[in-house]
């Protein structure tokens, strides 16, 4: 077992990481690909890899501190706003100065580092100018031009690939006893996606989700259906979103409550809550502000997959050979194919890209997505 073994079909850049934690160390890294291509997960591999004894073992208290996020040598930033600040890039550089607390290497890993705003860049392009003499850079980032070149000219670029289903599959079925079958179903749905074909294969509520929007194109035949789909997609992204960051909420205030020493009693705990009202606050602010940016991330994807079964109608009418990522959906597929034709499709494809502009956009969400729907009929 390794801490690289989640990473399906990435072999050129597991042998790049793997001879750098053997010697020649880099001081900054800039990992990126497209959603779905595991950046962030080779990212935090890699980081494991250097902080374990053995290399990146994947079963040490080391590793599994890694992966639980609670390393004293790793710092873990994921910007929860829609940008990252300049006073957050700040403490985080400062922090970063320090040194390792036990090994080898003190890692900061951050994600989404295309969030900086132009100020924040300003500030971390200085702590990778003159790096810490054991502090290691791992930043990620859809694609380097996200970054400005300042600072991605001073990184070593990993350039990750959406992995073939079929090495997603084969990750599913060895580290988590799925069925082939349906393995295999969810790597394609999931196009590429390993944590999103691990929760369509293994969470019902997730499946459920996804066959809502698929609905969508089936639906969407005259004004009054394409209204109500726009409704029920929007409404669908909201409940997933809502989800996944109750799952996050809650326990992060026990944490902080627990830390604070809520229920004990003794001298300065008067004053004790009341730091704690204030860091409470704080944190339900940066909840609400992750919150924002999970729905729309969520809506996000969502609209990706409406995108990629449009391109299976496409890939059925030009008669193409390539695999459908829908494959489960054929007979909707070849309806809406047969009915329909390839500009027709494409423009389809078009409404949905011009939604996801919009959403960037701050257009209200329910607007941009109708008049996406009503493109659609
Ligand atoms: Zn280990």
Redesign the pocket.
């Known amino acids: 077992m390794s801490v690289f073994d989640e990473l399906a079909g990435q072999d050129a850049v597991v042998s790049q990481l793997r001879s750098a934690v053997a010697g020649s160390m880099t001081h900054a890294w800039l990992f990126t690909g497209p959603p779905g291509s595991g950046r962030s997960v080779a990212a935090r591999a890699f980081a ?1 890899a250097l902080l ?3 290399g ?5 208290p ?2 599994r501190q890694v992966r639980a996020g609670t390393h004293a040598d790793l710092l873990l930033v994921r910007p929860e706003g829609l940008s990252y600040g300049v006073k957050q890039t700040r403490d985080l550089v400062l922090r970063a100065a320090g040194a390792p607390a036990g090994g080898r290497w003190l890692v900061v890993l951050f994600e989404d580092a295309d969030r900086c705003t132009e100020q924040a860049a300003n500030a971390l392009l200085k702590a990778i100018e003159e790096p810490a003499p054991r502090t290691v850079w791992l930043l990620c980032a859809p694609s380097p031009e996200d970054l400005v070149t300042t600072i991605r000219s001073r990184c070593r670029v990993m350039t990750l690939r959406v992995p073939p289903s079929s090495a997603v599959a084969s990750v599913l079925v060895q580290r988590d006893g799925i069925d082939p079958d349906r393995a295999l179903a969810a790597a394609r749905a999931a196009q590429g996606h390993i944590g999103r074909a691990r929760r369509l294969a293994t969470d019902p509520s997730a499946a459920a989700r996804r066959a809502a929007v698929l609905s969508v194109p089936v639906q969407a035949t005259s004004l009054g259906p394409a209204l109500a789909a726009a409704a029920a997609l929007v409404k669908t992204a909201e409940d997933e979103a809502k989800s996944v960051t109750e799952q996050l909420d809650e326990p992060e205030k026990e944490a902080l409550r627990k830390a604070f020493g809520e229920g004990s009693t003794g001298k300065g705990v008067a004053k004790a809550m009341r730091g704690m009202a204030g860091a409470l606050k704080d944190l339900e602010d940066r909840q609400k502000s992750r919150a924002t940016r999970v729905k729309r991330d969520t809506l996000d994807g969502a609209l990706l997959d409406l995108a990629a079964f449009y391109r299976d109608v496409l890939i059925v009418q030009l008669g193409a050979d390539v695999e459908l990522a829908n494959a489960d959906q054929d007979s909707d597929l070849r309806r809406i194919a047969s009915g329909s034709t390839p500009e027709a499709t494409l423009r389809r494809i078009q409404a949905v890209m011009r939604c996801r502009e919009r959403l960037t956009l701050n257009v209200a969400p329910l607007l941009a997505v109708e008049e996406m729907t009503i493109s659609l009929c």
């Open positions: 494991a374990c004894e053995f990146g073992c994947g079963v040490c080391s590793c």
